[in-house]
């Protein structure tokens, strides 16, 4: 294999985004064939080195490549566009990992987790129904939600393709003067824009919509615009 910097080599391994495993090797906290390195130009080769972070040994996952993104507001969830729009490729290393795509998607104006991988068999598992897979969103909503359209939402609302299944759903704050409110929803299916249309059922268009939360993974300290891999445990959660 060839050369990778270090705080790739530890991104790539789960550790952390590339970012935050800039300041784990900053702080000491890496070795690199049991001696610590602070080094951030420092490369390594994963077929010879061996790493450890807080001395427990860090290696790549093998066969397939599963990582999440924190997905900014403007891109599309595509890995090309014909009408030359920014895609959310251009912010993943689609060119080192041929047959990466995204695990469906978020609107364009949609923030939030996003997953890829090679794996064609956990992208169809993920995306089936029968998973039932959660994802938590927050949506900052107009007006101020009543008991009764909290109720519609976790008991199904009606859109046109269909009753929606029950969901999760939490008023965080409003407003003094009850123009705006964030609200958390929980939901299992993955039909197009559902979130915002089930808001909508009940009166309340989104004014932003952020996805915290897939499953058991949440994004910690990724920013907007950085992805990083999951570790082999964090693959077996999603499956």
Not at 46 to 68: I, N, Q, W, Y
């Amino acid at each position: 294999m060839d050369e990778m910097r270090l705080q790739k080599f530890l991104s790539r391994a789960g550790v952390a985004s590339r970012r935050k495993c800039e300041e784990l090797i900053a702080q000491g906290r890496v070795s690199v064939n049991g001696r610590v390195v602070t080094e951030l130009g420092t490369k390594v080769d994963a077929s010879r080195d061996v790493v450890a972070f807080d001395g427990a040994e860090v290696r790549l996952p093998g066969g397939s490549v599963t990582m999440m993104l924190n997905k900014p507001a403007g891109y599309l969830t595509a890995m090309s566009d014909e009408r030359g729009g920014r895609v959310v490729a251009e912010l993943v290393p689609a060119a080192e990992h041929p047959g990466l795509f995204p695990v469906g998607r978020l609107d364009r104006d949609t923030t939030g987790l996003l997953l890829f991988t090679t794996d064609g068999e956990l992208g169809n598992l993920l995306l089936h129904p029968s998973h039932n897979v959660d994802k938590r969103y927050v949506a900052e909503v107009r007006g101020a939600l009543s008991e009764a359209e909290r109720r519609a939402l976790e008991e199904g609302v009606m859109l046109d393709d269909g009753m929606t299944a029950p969901a999760r759903c939490e008023v965080l704050s409003v407003l003094p003067d009850g123009s705006r409110s964030a609200v958390a929803l929980t939901i299992h299916e993955g039909r197009k824009r559902q979130v915002r249309r089930m808001l909508a059922a009940v009166g309340h268009d989104v004014v932003s919509l952020h996805r915290e939360s897939v499953g058991a993974l949440t994004l910690g300290d990724l920013a907007p615009g950085e992805w990083r891999e999951l570790s082999p445990d964090e693959v077996a959660l999603l499956r």
